[in-house]
Each structure stands twice: as structure tokens, then as C-alpha cells.
């Protein structure tokens, strides 16, 4: 990696510095802040939007709508008063006045095809247009209907006839117009005839294109003119001529692009045969309005994919404005977090400065800020430190000569220790040599005594007695033997104490006949450390004084551990012979003081318990380490 690239990622690296990482924090968070600021905005533009929508659309349609009224009540109106003028010339039948009063009403609005007067018999008796003079009208709706009130309605012409016949044909042939009517009254109100005035479908277009004119490029809505078999009469050329689905279902998928589940009340959604959904505002009419009469209805439109879009691309705008000062206030705090922490990375420079033994103190920060504080406390902490380590340094100068004088003393205790392991076991081959040659020279002493004795009083005993010394001394022979093995061989760290004590139980067994048993823990069986020896010594010392004192006949070792405060090793050894009082001192004889120090020695406690004629139990007991 080059290295002012890996210097570039060691300075934004937030792991270290506290200044990256907090300037980070303000990113991210910044970063957060706007994306969330720009969803919730754009909600709420894309309501506003809609809303405006509808008020754009509603808007439009009331305003066409009060166009095409405007237009028609003025040209109702010229008829009325047409009507009013001719009331005297039709009571005294003066058909030339008529006529030149139906001319100039024409003449004042050039819109009309003709303008007629009809008698109350239904017979035109006046009109701008001859051939109509002389027609009857009576079985027209609009002649029934213009004896009651001023009428204006809509009607289809075949061959410059009206026709009465299929509306289908009619849409096919023939020509579309309107037809406005008012009654021809006296001055006591009965009715004389109608005047009736014919407006072609190219006046409505006329005025469509004049409507579309007249409205800016900015706010122009495309809008319909729908009659009152809801067939789009005026239009986009793609909706002309079809059904207008007034009773289609809502429309809910299509929103879900809005972000909204609801329309404005103002707005209503209608899908089209083929499939194009738009947005629509209705315009509202009174009763006596002119559109009312026709049947005819004014509805601003606008498609929906166009309304989506332009909320999306608002949408996206307002967007990428608040994104793009989240990411400048997000630089800002950047710079903001590394100047508010330069102070503590002078602290940590100082630091790492005193870390790598090129400072002695930390630099501390003018101020009273949290950063000075800091500083000063760790400057303090790096005083008491190097104080606490000056002392250190003494203390181990003088653990020194202390650990020396230890040593030495130690090497004392060592040699002492030495020597008293050599007195421990010249005592231990002392108390081998009284079991086994005192033992057999006092029986050759004994022997010779005899001998002596046997001489002189019995010579022809001589040779027996003979005998029996020869196998007292080859007796000793073999003890000291025996002896002198025990101490080459140690069965105890070889095989363990509970396998020693069996084997030697079973020698003991063997060459005395005695009824022997053993009774051992099996966790003890490999006991084998150093006062292990002690627990044979003993057991041998003890089956031996069995053996020459205690004429039993049932011998039991046994070897447990027990609890009694703390694991506690305990060997009993049990006889049922003869027995002795053990309080009573026997001179010349070392079994039982040779027992008690070589328990001593191994820091167990010995008993003894006896009486006579009531065997002897010899325990031992050893504080074992918990573990």
C-alpha cells in the first residue's frame, strides 16, 4: 500500500483517534438525521402535492364549468327576451315584426343556426331560416317543455331533419346541437308559443378551444365534458366517444406509489376501459344551471403516472437538498470534533512521547477545561509513578542483600538437615541392629550359658544343645542378612505401602503360621512418599514383637483413611495374645521406644493399648493435607 494512502487510512481509521471517532459519529448521525428528515419532508410534499392536485383540478373544473353556464344563460336569455318582444306581434299575428325581431337577435349572436317562433299549435309562424317556416313542432320535447319554462337541451339532426328514431344511427349519421327555448307570454301570462333557437356542435367546440385559450400554460388542466349518458363528448382524443365509468370501483393500488392510502376529499380515481387510471375533480353545479339541464358534467383530469412523477421528482429534489446538507453539516462536525479535540491529542501525544522515554512529564493544557484536568491528573499520576518506582528500586536493592543472607542461611539449614537425616538413619540402623543381631546374640548368649552349665552337669546333653545353638546363630545369620537387604532394598517407594505391608503380612504368615488378615483402602494401596516408610517400620517392629512376645493366634492389619476434622491416615495392627501394661518400663528392651520415635519422626501420632491377657492394638494416625 503506497504511504499516503496508508497514512490516509490510519488518519480517518476511528479505532485511532478520539477526534476520527467522534467526527464520525457526527457524520453517521448527520447522515441518519437527513435520510430521515428527507422521507418525513417527503411525505408530507407528497400530501401537500396531492392536495394541491386537488385543488388545481377542482379548480379548473369550476372554472370551465362557470365558462360553458355563462355562455348558455347568455344565449338562453337572448331568447327569453326574444320571446318577451314577440308576445304582442304573435297575440296580433304581425309576422313581419317577428321577422325582423328574430333577425336581429341573430344578428346580436351570430351562433345560432335560426331562431324561430312557433305558435301555441306547435306551427312556426316566424323564423331567420325559411325552409323551417311552416314546419310543425308540436311532438318535439323541447316545444312542450319551452311552454313551461326557458329550456335548453341537447338533440340530433338527420339530413337537416331532427331525428327521433335509434340513438346508435343518429351517432352514426346524423349531427349533434342545442336547442334553447322560452315561452311566448301575454301581459296576463298565458302562453302564445315558443321561440326556439338552434346552436350547432361547432359553437360548443368553438367555445372549448376559446375555454383552452383562455387558461394559462402554467395552470391548463385537460378536463371532459361528459353528457348525461356519461359518453365524453369533449376531451383527449383517446377518452372521446367512450363511457365515462362514473360507479367504477375505487381504485387503492395505484396510491401506494403516493405513499398514502386515502385521496383528498376533492379528488376521486377512475380507471379507464383501457386500463389508464387518472386523477379527477369534479365541478359542482346548482340546480338551474344550464349544464344541469343539458345533463352535461365538467371534470378536470390529469393521469396519474403524470401526477407521480412530478411528486416523485419533487420528491428526489427535496431529497437530495436535505442529503446534501446532512453531508456538509456532517464535514462541519467532522472539523468541529477534531478542533475540540486537539487539546486531547496533545495529551495523548505527550503520553506517547513519555511511553517511548523521549519525555519525562505530560503536557498539560492551558485552561480550566476538562482537558486541562485531565492532563494535570496525569501528569501528577506520572509523578507519584516515577516516585513509587525510585522507591521500588531501593527496596529491591535491599531484597537483594536480604534474599542473599537467606540463601546463605538457607545452606546452613541444609547442611543440619543433611545431618540430621544421617542421625535419623544411623538411629534407623541402630533399631534394625537391636531387632536383629541383639536379638540373636543374646539367644547365642543364652545358648552358651547352657552350654556351660550343661557341661558340667549334663555332658550327654552337650551335643542336643549344641544343635539348638547352631540354629540360633544361623537364625541370626539370616536376621542380619535380612537386615542389611532392608536397608538396600525400599519396598515402599517401589510398590507402595498397602502392596508392601500385604507382602511382607504374607511372609509374616508363612513363617510363623499365624491366622493373618488385611484390610487396606484401595486409594492407599500406592501410598508411597517418605512417611510412608515410617507406617512399614512400624508394622514390621510391631509384627515382630508379635512374634517373640505375644503367642496370638490371629493377626489383623489394617490401613484406612478416615475423616475426623480433615482426611486422617490410620494403620491398625491388632493380636490376640497375651498382652502386657504398657505403663510399666521394660529394661533392656527397645521395641516399643524404637516405635514411638520413628513416629515422632514422621509427625504421627502413636497408640498403644493393651492389658493382660487381652491381646495388644497398635494405631497409628496421620494428619494427611487436605487435596
Not at 411525505?43 to 362557470?66: E, F, G, K, P, W
Not at 309576422?95 to 312556426?124: E, H, K, T
Not at 327521433?164 to 301581459?187: C, N, Q, V, W, Y
Request: with cysteine.
Amino acid at each position: 500500500m503506497p504511504p499516503p494512502l496508508s497514512s490516509f487510512l490510519h488518519r480517518i481509521d476511528p479505532r485511532q483517534s478520539l477526534s476520527t471517532a467522534l467526527g464520525w459519529l457526527v457524520f453517521g448521525l448527520a447522515l441518519v438525521l437527513a435520510v430521515v428528515a428527507a422521507a418525513w419532508v417527503g411525505q408530507i410534499v407528497r400530501s401537500n402535492l396531492l392536495q394541491q392536485y386537488s385543488l388545481r383540478l377542482a379548480s379548473a373544473a369550476d372554472h370551465i364549468a362557470s365558462e360553458l353556464n355563462l355562455a348558455l344563460a347568455q344565449r338562453l336569455q337572448s331568447v327569453s327576451i326574444s320571446a318577451a318582444m314577440l308576445s304582442d306581434d304573435v297575440r296580433r299575428n304581425e309576422r313581419g315584426s317577428m321577422q325582423r325581431v328574430l333577425s336581429n337577435v341573430q344578428a346580436s349572436f351570430p351562433d345560432f343556426v335560426w331562431i324561430a317562433a312557433a305558435d301555441a299549435d306547435g306551427q312556426i309562424i316566424a323564423a331567420t331560416d325559411p325552409d323551417v317556416i311552416g314546419n310543425n313542432v308540436y311532438q318535439y320535447a323541447w316545444f312542450a317543455q319551452g311552454f313551461i319554462v326557458s329550456w335548453i337541451e341537447e338533440g340530433v339532426s338527420f339530413n337537416n331533419e331532427e331525428y327521433k328514431g335509434d340513438d346508435h344511427e343518429a351517432e352514426m349519421h346524423g349531427k349533434r346541437f342545442l336547442k334553447l327555448t322560452a315561452p311566448i307570454r301575454s301581459s296576463s301570462g298565458a302562453v302564445l308559443g315558443v321561440v326556439a333557437a338552434r346552436l350547432s356542435w361547432d359553437w360548443v367546440l368553438q367555445m372549448v378551444r376559446d375555454i383552452n385559450k383562455g387558461m394559462s400554460d402554467v395552470s391548463r388542466e385537460e378536463w371532459l365534458l361528459i353528457d348525461r349518458d356519461d359518453i365524453v363528448r369533449i376531451g383527449p382524443p383517446e377518452l372521446v366517444g367512450k363511457q365515462w365509468q362514473q360507479d367504477a370501483p375505487p381504485v387503492f393500488a395505484p396510491l401506494s406509489e403516493f405513499g398514502l392510502s386515502s385521496m383528498p376529499p376533492q379528488l376521486v380515481l377512475h380507471r379507464m376501459e383501457e386500463g389508464h387510471s387518472y386523477l379527477v375533480a369534479e365541478a359542482q353545479q346548482g340546480d338551474n344551471e344550464s349544464l344541469q339541464q343539458l345533463g352535461w358534467r365538467v371534470v378536470a383530469i390529469q393521469p396519474l403516472d403524470q401526477a407521480v412523477a412530478a411528486v416523485t421528482r419533487v420528491q428526489w429534489q427535496i431529497a437530495a437538498v436535505l442529503l446534501g446538507l446532512g453531508i456538509v453539516a456532517a464535514f462541519v462536525g467532522l472539523s468541529l470534533a477534531r478542533r475540540l479535540t486537539r487539546r486531547v491529542r496533545m495529551i495523548a501525544s505527550s503520553a506517547d512521547d513519555v511511553l517511548a522515554g523521549t519525555a519525562q512529564q505530560i503536557a498539560v493544557p492551558e485552561g480550566e477545561d476538562e482537558a486541562a484536568r485531565l492532563g494535570a491528573a496525569l501528569d501528577r499520576l506520572l509523578r507519584a509513578l516515577q516516585q513509587e518506582s525510585d522507591g521500588l528500586r531501593q527496596l529491591n536493592a535491599e531484597l537483594d542483600h536480604r534474599v542473599a543472607d537467606r540463601t546463605h542461611e538457607i545452606q546452613r539449614l541444609a547442611e543440619e538437615a543433611r545431618y540430621a537425616a544421617v542421625v535419623r538413619e544411623r538411629l534407623k540402623i541402630a533399631r534394625d541392629l537391636h531387632d536383629t543381631l541383639a536379638h540373636s546374640m543374646m539367644a547365642m548368649l543364652t545358648e552358651i550359658r547352657l552350654l556351660k552349665k550343661l557341661a558340667e552337669t549334663q555332658p550327654e546333653a552337650l551335643a542336643e544343645e549344641l544343635i539348638e545353638a547352631e540354629k540360633a546363630a544361623r537364625q541370626g545369620l539370616q536376621e542380619a542378612r535380612a537386615a542389611i537387604g532392608q536397608i538396600r532394598y525400599n519396598p515402599v517407594r517401589d510398590v507402595g505401602l498397602g502392596v508392601a505391608l500385604q507382602d511382607h503380612l504374607n511372609l509374616f504368615a508363612d513363617r510363623t503360621g499365624l491366622a493373618c488378615h488385611f484390610d487396606c483402602d484401595p486409594a492407599l494401596a500406592t501410598f508411597s512418599e517418605e512417611r510412608a516408610e515410617t507406617f512399614f517400620r512400624i508394622a514390621e517392629e510391631a509384627l515382630r514383637n508379635i512374634e517373640r512376645h505375644a503367642r496370638a493366634r490371629n493377626v489383623t492389619l489394617s490401613l484406612h483413611k478416615v475423616e475426623d476434622g480433615g482426611p486422617l491416615l490410620q494403620m491398625a495392627i491388632v493380636d490376640d495374645g497375651i498382652g502386657f501394661e504398657p505403663e510399666i518400663p521394660h529394661h533392656g528392651h527397645y521395641g516399643l521406644v524404637g516405635l514411638r520415635e520413628q513416629a515422632q519422626l514422621a509427625g504421627a501420632q502413636l497408640l498403644i493399648a493393651s492389658e493382660p491377657q487381652q491381646g495388644t492394638r497398635v494405631t497409628v494416625s496421620l494428619r494427611l493435607v487436605q487435596g
